[in-house]
């Protein structure tokens, strides 16, 4: 290889409210030389999840910011180029924190998969086989508990989380209502199991929530917040569990001041009065029960009976536009780049 | 005994916001005779809790509310007169849900507990070694979990939920912040072993809170709600655990609309970044742990390891104003009305 080029996408500034392509700049640079302990990957497949847009913001999360200037932080399947690392040779396949590049230079310590005799397609290791998948089944495991006969209710549920907590809470014996928006979303939901699949752009949206679940909501699975939130919050029953892994509706109103009325201390009265539980995670805060997560959701994705949906769009290029797109509910599927 | 007159206090009226004297009426009747299966008890200790707000209105609660014109509910220590029930015998003592009034026919099998050799004064029964003790013991093992190092924080610290949160927490291991309303009340707190004591009513109090949890807030037991609970908010650390037993500051405020802006969608969006958990809970949800309690709670009591301090009323014609100051952090210590 002779001076080849990366092609990488940074951040150019921070937003106020929803990003748009300022926000981003695509870059040139000569692929840069691993140094001792360090590989240098080929980027394959770049995943492009919501959480990604409080990367962009500064102050206090769960990972620190990604600084001005700094390429777009995101995980990727990459391919061993060259590699000063022991562990590593040639043409291994990994899952890294390759970011938004074509190439990428990583510590050899700081590779978290590889991807060795996997039979599934690369990509799914970025989806129903890897974070976002990994993200239901912890969440339902360490939280959510569905117990058989209980009603559970997840919304984004055509995306790769809501997807796979409906259809993992289904085998645990749960009554499974999936919330998506627009109507070829909903037929889907119908496809994978949802024992009931609703529209939350439908006029009437909240009186069809509360029509399908007429024993009331044991778990709420929360990744979205916004209306589905709201029409899901009068109808928990007591000890419902809600674990909150992603509140997308807000991502781009924090700092704002939102209209009355307040509703937090009514919140907690609730919480009081019904002994809910709300706890958020992340899925790496359960990182002990990943083996386990491989090895069952191996099985189930082979045995078909976790079924998934990927949104693949072709080009770094277009990962801006698509990412947009995400925030707003225009993929169908997990949402994946690919680089080549 | 020649017909004996029962004195009761029913609830008269439901209140909306504060309640007064009009929402009570004193009623004096013949006592009842038990019938099969049930004792007659004279009660010899009321207790008076912030719940029994909750049980003044209609509506969904975590137990049915009082109907109109019915005895208001209560817990009592109690002697049993007259014994319809082969468990029982004539001089027996129990904890029973007796209410507000001198004498109570309750049916045998629901009477919670015995009082048999009892060492400690009868009325603790009715706190520290009682329900408000049990639910600060159960709220710590099953929710706030606190850790040697870690900072707890728990408001009404001079009552008894409070006052026993802060010192089993310090036998933890954790590092205690008590809150309470006045200067004799923080004083108190001071010689109860909290590391440091507020008084909520100064004008900078939260700022002396920001200053007394430098590494921040790793349990925030929720008892009051209100101003404490803004204060904590900016100080929790990521994990930390909210057990939410009792929201006094909005018991008064509840189906009135609160000014904005609407703080719930940005706290669920703190939940996730600092993986909060909150959780709501009664005291019986975790009955079963209620026999370890009796021990560990006796023996620390016998050893002066746990203090406390009771507040108590003479007289149930006593009992709604000393309720109603209840309510407005009046009392200093557990309150309890005697009967006789």
Redesign the interface.
């Known amino acids: 290889m002779s001076n080849p080029i990366n092609t990488r996408i940074v951040l150019a500034a921070r937003p106020s409210g929803e990003p748009d392509a300022s926000h981003f700049r695509l870059e040139r640079l000569p692929v840069p030389a691993p140094g001792p302990g360090q590989v240098l990957l080929r980027n394959r497949y770049l995943s492009l999840d919501p959480y990604m847009r409080?990367r962009m913001d500064a102050g206090?999360?769960?990972s620190p910011p990604v600084a001005i200037d700094d390429v777009m932080e995101g995980r990727t399947v990459g391919e061993v180029l060259e590699s000063r690392h022991p562990g590593f040779a040639v043409g291994d396949q990994v899952v890294a924190t390759g970011g938004w590049q074509t190439f990428a230079v990583v510590d050899g310590d700081a590779i978290t998969r590889r991807l060795d005799g996997m039979t599934l397609p690369l990509s799914t290791a970025l989806g129903v086989y890897g974070m976002p998948g990994f993200t239901a089944y912890a969440g339902l495991h360490e939280i959510g508990k569905p117990q058989p006969g209980e009603t559970l209710v997840v919304a984004a549920a055509s995306g790769p989380v809501g997807a796979t907590v409906g259809q993992i809470a289904k085998m645990r014996g749960a009554r499974t209502v999936g919330i998506a928006g627009g109507e070829a979303k909903r037929q889907y939901l119908e496809t994978i199991g949802f024992d009931v699949a609703l529209d939350h752009r439908a006029d009437d949206f909240s009186e069809q929530l509360r029509t399908a679940v007429p024993g009331g909501i044991d778990v709420y699975f929360?990744n979205v917040?916004?209306k589905v939130?709201d029409a899901v919050v009068p109808l928990l029953n007591?000890f419902a569990r809600i674990p909150?892994?992603?509140?997308i509706?807000?991502y781009n109103?924090?700092g704002q001041?939102?209209?009355?009325?307040?509703?937090?201390?009514?919140?907690?009265?609730?919480?009081?009065?019904?002994?809910?539980?709300?706890?958020?995670?992340?899925q790496r805060?359960f990182i002990d029960l990943f083996p386990r997560f491989l090895e069952e959701m191996g099985q189930w994705l082979a045995d078909g009976r976790i079924q998934y949906r990927e949104d693949i769009v072709e080009g770094l290029e277009n990962a801006p536009e698509a990412f947009f797109g995400l925030l707003k509910g225009r993929n169908f599927g997990k949402l994946v780049v690919k680089l080549e």
Chains 1, 2 share one sequence.
Do not use: H, K, N
């Open positions: 409080g206090r999360s769960y929360e917040g916004g939130f007591d909150v892994c992603g509140t509706a807000t109103a924090r001041v939102l209209p009355g009325p307040d509703r937090l201390p009514g919140f907690f009265s609730q919480i009081l009065r019904q002994r809910l539980s709300v706890r958020g995670f992340i805060d």
